[in-house]
């Protein structure tokens, strides 16, 4: 595996040849200002992928689907507490993973950047914020928003995070529900740590967002 310096990695994201793309993994975090650069040649981009939205109704799907959910309590308070966890992504607040810019707004068309830490490297993967949803229905009240692949993220496919309260049982939930298979050819190769890496994420996650409605209660 190819890990680039920062001037390579500015290189392959302001590249407009499609074989000038590679996986974007470096020996250390990146700098914000490299984010930045990296950022802003994306930000124009589409989204790898041509079904956006897929998450709204996953069934029937091509793509590889990991699926997570907890239930964090009951009430009016753990539903609120829930949603501003998760507006403020706390999913992300884990020992090696990472969001930048950390206080992206959770706005359709927002551009940013997911980091991760694992094998000994960095990886660098920008998102679009696809939709956002807040539905204030009377028997299930619900908050989701969806993240988009963008070309230089190592996968291709859509993300889904929802808060929902199910006011019959009176049960809140929160779940993680991705569509995505590999997009880069290290990827491929890569894949089946890949998949161990995604099911890792999306325990961890569901459990940050647990510790911090609790701790916002407490």
Request: proline letters at 6%; a neutral charge; charged letters at 20%.
């Amino acid at each position: 595996m190819h890990t680039l310096t920062d001037t390579e990695a500015i290189r392959v994201a302001e590249s407009a040849h499609p074989l000038a793309r590679h996986d974007m993994f470096l020996l250390r975090r990146p700098s914000p200002p490299l984010l930045d650069r990296i950022l802003d040649a994306q930000r124009s981009q589409s989204v790898s992928y041509p079904e956006v939205g897929m998450t709204r109704s996953p069934g029937g799907s091509s793509y590889p689907l990991n699926h997570h959910r907890i239930d964090l309590g009951s009430g009016s308070e753990i539903y609120a507490g829930a949603v501003a966890a998760v507006r403020s992504w706390a999913m992300y607040d884990l020992s090696w993973t990472g969001l930048y810019p950390a206080n992206t707004p959770v706005e359709e068309g927002r551009v940013f950047a997911t980091l991760a830490n694992h094998l000994g490297f960095w990886s660098i993967n920008p998102c679009r914020i696809v939709y956002v949803e807040d539905r204030d229905e009377e028997l299930f009240p619900s908050f989701s928003f969806a993240i988009g692949t963008l070309p230089l993220h190592s996968e291709r496919g859509e993300e889904r995070f929802r808060v929902e309260w199910d006011r019959a049982r009176d049960l809140v939930s929160f779940e993680i529900l991705a569509l995505a298979g590999p997009q880069h050819w290290l990827a491929r190769l890569g894949w089946p740590i890949a998949r161990i890496l995604q099911r890792r994420f999306g325990t961890e996650a569901l459990h940050a967002v647990h510790s911090t409605v609790r701790r916002a209660r407490a």
